[in-house]
């Protein structure tokens, strides 16, 4: 481990309590008076200048089967929670809503990220004019499904282009969903290309949120923390996602220390909340525990320094998108990796095979190349990798939810 890495991961992590990080952090501030003592005990960060105070910990419920494990994190103290249209078909915001409809509305946040149907996940342009109407569409889809009148937070996903996010009829459609009351704060999701995607949009005005990947294995480091600086500056909440850079470093371990990769990540005070694909009660409540002391110990910054050393390339892919050109069936390659990182990494195939399906991946993939014209910089066996997560396409979605 060379100097330079060392410091990259110890810079500004030793000393910090969880409830001193910045101003507007706040340590047991009760959503309402309705919330639960777990509730007021979880440390939180306001979310730029939505002035949600969200705890650090918040779920992302593509995992969950049913209602009850959604109740049990509210019950837990986490306040926000993240859903797709996309997840099941939108079987996910039903769950989502089924679970949290017996709370006060106002001691619970919910998002969702809506696709339009113009969005091309390979290039991150628009593939035809932007239907708004249709937009608008699922939106009221998703206010159904949830059972709401209003949805906290819609977030525009697999942002990576800054032409996209600053396209004029998406930015008036974004605006007209908040001044319908339908919508009270809008936001972008972004895999790739996120310096520039995340600066666009905050030089937009109109995105309070920006949900992206963020973990102690990401790449640029400095231009994207200034990006993020930038962002937070302009008044946006940032929320960080894929935050254990795949919890493994191969699909048969060994493991990546949770504990210390979610550490780092809330290190940088401009990191409001992390969305986790919690999906069993343990890791719930070892995250809960984690979020109350974030200073590092020497051994959890030497652990990150061996996942980094690792000389496999794991299961994080870093979304860069170069090998997209190079494939000639066209395959949404980042997307396909995400889909393999949820299932080897994160042992999450609901979400996995939502992931795959969201590609547009065949069943019998690479089937017509003899070779594979896809050189990863990154080191990934992109063919192996994608004939193996194929087979997670012919499973019942039914067996999926035992």
């Known amino acids: 481990m060379n100097n330079n890495r060392r410091e990259f991961l110890k810079k500004g992590l030793l000393g910090v309590s969880a409830a001193a990080l910045i101003p507007g952090v706040t340590k047991g501030s009760p959503v309402t ?64 809503g089924e679970a949290l409809k017996d709370f006060p509305r106002d001691s619970f946040v919910v998002a969702t990220a809506a696709p339009c149907n113009e969005h091309d996940n390979r290039t991150g342009l628009l593939s035809d004019k932007f239907n708004a109407r249709a937009y608008l569409e699922k939106a009221e889809g ?30 008036r459609t974004m605006e007209q969903l908040k001044e319908s009351g339908k919508v009270r704060f809008t936001g972008i999701a972004s895999h790739g290309g996120i310096e520039e995607t995340l600066i666009a949009a905050a030089s937009t005005g109109i995105y309070d949120v920006a949900m992206i990947s963020y973990n102690f294995k990401s790449q640029n480091k400095e231009a994207l923390d200034d990006a993020i600086a930038k962002a937070v500056a302009s008044g946006m909440g940032i929320v960080a996602m894929k935050t254990t850079a795949g919890a493994f470093r191969n699909k048969s371990g060994p493991g990546i220390n949770s504990d210390a990769a979610l550490k780092w990540v809330l290190q940088n005070a401009n990191i409001s909340t992390i969305v986790s694909g919690m999906t069993t009660v343990e890791q719930m409540q070892k995250n809960l525990a984690m979020i109350k002391n974030l200073k590092m110990t020497e051994e959890e910054i030497a652990d990150l320094e061996n996942a980094l ?9 870093q979304q860069c998108g170069e090998c997209l050109p190079r494939c000639p069936a066209r395959l949404d390659i980042p997307t396909i990796m995400r889909g393999y990182m949820y299932a080897y990494g994160y042992r999450n195939l609901l979400q996995a095979r939502n992931t795959l399906e969201a590609s547009g991946l065949p069943s019998v993939p690479c089937a017509d190349c003899e070779s594979c014209s896809v050189k990863c910089s990154s080191g990934f066996d992109v063919r192996g990798k994608i004939q193996d997560i194929a087979r997670l396409t012919k499973v019942p979605e039914e067996f999926l939810l035992t």
């Open 142 to 171: 998703s206010l159904r499904r949830f059972g709401l009148e209003q949805i906290d937070i819609i977030l525009f996903p697999f942002a990576s282009k800054k032409e996209t996010v600053c396209n004029e009829e998406i930015l």
């Open 309 to 317: 050393a690792f000389s496999e390339t794991g299961l994080y892919c």
């Open 33 to 96: 008076a309705a919330a639960t003592a777990s509730q007021a005990d979880l440390p939180a960060r306001v979310l730029g200048r939505t002035g949600i105070k969200a705890p650090l910990i918040s779920l992302g419920a593509g995992g969950a089967i049913t209602p009850g494990f959604v109740k049990g994190a509210y019950n837990a103290g986490i306040k926000l929670f993240f859903s797709a249209t996309y997840y099941g078909e939108g079987n996910n915001e039903i769950i989502v």
